[in-house]
């Protein structure tokens, strides 16, 4: 069965201040994708980033990163210089690229706030 | 990028009443849309999953007549709760495929409350 765990419910981090969101995976797919979605208070989920399982380089999208560390089957999102607007929640999916029905297995999401 | 438009982004109803939600993919063609449900300060929870021209998949514990899914184009699917009732009070969001790209973009969600 496919999970994905966020460990960190939530995170205050210091305006400027690089930040490091957790996220493991459990798979038995070889081939797979890792999503990063950002969700303001607003509601809306925002895709941030994506890394396919046979990338061999991190993605990299902005200010945003994703540490992907196959062997150890984590994909931690890494915001540089962090902003007032990027307090949020933050949700880590994956699906299995064989899986026909494109369906996201989601994370518990990180509650992340910035403090000036 | 991908746009996806939700409609309407909130809705206060009487208990018994119907409410119609549309998603649209805005400037691709979406074969697959899916419909979330998300309780406060929880993650997303898949509902169903809507392929343009066919029945939706439905999601263990979700039922079918309850919660209506029409993907009648490549561009609309619309989620209809039937006969609402105050437990179906919820933030809805639904989200569309835009192959060959992996990922699903989200609409801005309906907040539903049942009076």
């Known amino acids: 069965a496919q999970k994905i765990t966020q460990t960190q419910p939530g995170m205050f981090v210091q305006e400027k201040e690089a930040v490091t969101l957790d996220c493991t995976y459990d798979t038995s797919d070889q081939s797979y994708g890792l999503f990063w979605y950002k969700q303001p208070s607003s509601g809306e989920m925002i895709f941030l980033i994506y890394q396919g399982s046979y990338d061999e380089q991190n993605a990299t999208e902005g200010r945003y990163s994703l540490n992907f560390q196959k062997a150890r089957k984590s994909a931690n999102l890494v915001i540089s210089a962090s902003q007032l607007g990027d307090s949020a929640m933050y949700f880590c999916a994956m699906r299995g690229l064989m899986d026909s029905n494109y369906q996201l297995i989601w994370g518990a999401g990180t509650k992340l706030i910035i403090k000036p | 990028g991908a746009v996806v438009s939700q409609h309407p982004s909130w809705v206060i109803c009487k208990s018994g009443t119907s409410v119609k939600i549309e998603c649209r993919s805005l400037d691709f063609q979406a074969t697959t849309m899916f419909w979330y449900r998300q309780f406060p300060k929880q993650s997303l929870m898949l509902m169903a999953t809507?392929?343009?021209?066919?029945?939706?998949?439905?999601e263990q514990g979700v039922e079918k007549d309850k919660f209506l899914i029409n993907h009648a184009s490549l561009t609309l699917s619309t989620l209809t709760v039937t006969s609402a009732h105050p437990e179906d009070s919820s933030f809805y969001i639904c989200s569309a495929r835009d192959p060959p790209d992996e990922t699903q973009y989200f609409g801005p969600g309906t907040r539903l409350l049942v009076l």
């Open positions: 809507s392929n343009e021209g066919s029945k939706a998949t439905y």
